[in-house]
């Protein structure tokens, strides 16, 4: 099955700093590539996602890039701000329709301090 | 619309009991997933549904029951709860049209088992 795998585990940045979160995963049928994001407590939410057509996807400051020779894709965060505070899932899915799943990241904790 | 909806938000269990995570959603999605959440382990598949009538296996199905009799509700068993299945649960829908990709979360069950 797919193994994603999901570094760092926990990163602290500045506030106004960007923040780099690198998953990659070993299927190579897979296609679709959500991020989640979860303040503490609360339940996950897809910020972004990107499809094996695409090299690079933009949301005013959150963008997710994918390299599919190298099986890895990345969620970039530029100046990040406190509430970007939260775990951060990737996930990498194969198939469509009812033979599609998800496999999760193991999650990155992102902390913007002051 | 509610969205995805579950109950209880929180449960102590002992050893060898049973419950039912409840589950519901109001918004005609025709996939619905269990997922498990554990420390540094992400987001785990425990069974999903691609219709009412119609479930399957996940990553790590032993030890829960799942039935999906109407389009709205997705009930999780716990035959004989162990210490092993503490964990946060979260049940999730998504429409057809985009298989279970795009999940919506609902906002979780923090169950004890002791």
């Known amino acids: 099955g797919e193994n994603v795998e999901q570094h760092p585990s926990t990163l602290s940045v500045q506030e106004g700093d960007s923040a780099v979160i690198k998953c990659t995963y070993s299927?190579?049928?897979?296609?679709?590539f959500p991020w989640y994001k979860q303040e503490l407590g609360k339940r996950p939410q897809l910020i972004i996602d990107?499809?094996?057509?695409?090299g690079e996807k933009k949301d005013q400051r959150i963008a997710v890039t994918l390299n599919k020779t190298a099986k890895h894709f990345s969620l970039h965060i530029t100046e990040t701000q406190p509430e970007d505070s939260a775990v951060y899932f990737c996930a990498a899915s194969t198939g469509t329709g009812t033979a599609s799943k998800l496999t999760f990241g193991t999650g990155t904790r992102l902390q913007v301090t002051l | 619309n509610a969205g995805v909806t579950q109950t209880p938000k929180f449960q102590v269990l002992k050893t060898g009991q049973s419950m039912t995570l409840q589950c519901a959603q109001d918004?005609?999605?025709?996939?619905m997933s269990w997922y498990r959440q554990d420390p540094g382990m992400g987001l785990r598949l425990i069974h999903y549904?691609?219709?009412?009538?119609?479930?399957d296996q996940g990553e790590v199905p032993n030890g829960y029951n799942v039935s999906r009799s109407t389009t709205e509700d997705f009930p999780l068993r716990l035959l004989s709860a162990a210490p092993s299945q503490t964990s946060v649960y979260f049940c999730a829908s998504s429409h057809k049209l985009l298989g279970l990709n795009e999940q919506f979360f609902g906002p979780g069950t923090r169950l004890t088992v002791l």
């Open positions: 918004m005609n999605h025709e996939y």
């Open positions: 549904s691609v219709g009412a009538g119609i479930t």
């Open positions: 990107i499809r094996s057509n695409v």
């Open positions: 299927d190579s049928a897979s296609n679709y």
